[in-house]
């Protein structure tokens, strides 16, 4: 008998997904904000690589909630439950990061060419990277004990 399958890896894969799907948006962003300072003769903002790194953090949820899942060990007649409450999960946090990319490819536009708002442009990428963390928690305390 197979013991603590878990949910298959869907909630990394989906989780990772979103996270590559997010860092290239915003990547793409900053390489354009990048060429557009270069174009000018002016400096390149490094803290660019900001906004492009910040949705990798969403695959390490994917990967916790992996882990809880299938560290709960759960009897084989839930494994149905234990696929499908990971790729959900996984598909919420994976759609997290990649918004919060497409906020970060706005974010390095919008600072390369004002040179402000930092600090704002994080809070905001902030509050993106809250809803993935509300989805890990809230899924490993739906978990049966």
Do not use: H
Request: zero cysteines; glycine letters at 14%; hydrophobic letters at 55%.
């Amino acid at each position: 008998m197979v013991a603590g399958l878990g949910d298959m890896g869907f909630s990394l894969a989906l989780a990772a997904l979103g996270s590559a799907l997010g860092t290239g948006v915003a990547g793409m962003a900053a390489i354009g904000a990048w060429k557009k300072a270069f174009m000018q003769n002016k400096a390149a903002p490094f803290i660019l690589i900001a906004f492009v790194g910040a949705p990798l953090s969403q695959t390490i949820y994917g990967f916790i909630l992996k882990n809880q899942i299938k560290a709960a060990n759960l009897p084989p007649e839930s494994y149905t439950y234990q696929i499908i409450l990971g790729a959900i999960a996984g598909l919420a946090i994976g759609l997290s990061a990649w918004m919060q990319g497409k906020a970060g490819a706005r974010a390095a536009d919008a600072l390369a060419e004002s040179g402000k708002g930092f600090g704002n442009y994080i809070m905001v990428l902030g509050v993106i990277e809250t809803v993935a963390l509300f989805v890990m928690v809230f899924t490993m305390t739906a978990l049966p004990k």
